[in-house]
């Protein structure tokens, strides 16, 4: 998922995903110089979050 993505999931910008996405405990997988999240680890971090 591309950082605009997962934004929308979130509700947030896709700069605070740029900025928090380590706070956040979301592993990027980084395709060339592009930041790519996976589905899996976003829908834990909402689990681990929002229960």
């Known amino acids: 998922m591309t950082p605009a993505e997962v934004a929308g ?3 947030v ?3 605070t995903v740029k900025n ?3 706070a956040w405990g ?4 980084k395709v060339g110089r592009l930041l790519r999240f996976r589905e899996r680890d976003v829908l834990d971090y909402l689990d681990r ?3």
């Open 9 to 11: 999931w979130l509700k």
């Open 13 to 15: 910008s896709e700069v």
């Open 26 to 29: 979301l592993r990027p997988q």
């Open 20 to 22: 928090k996405y380590r």
């Open 49 to 51: 979050r929002y229960g």
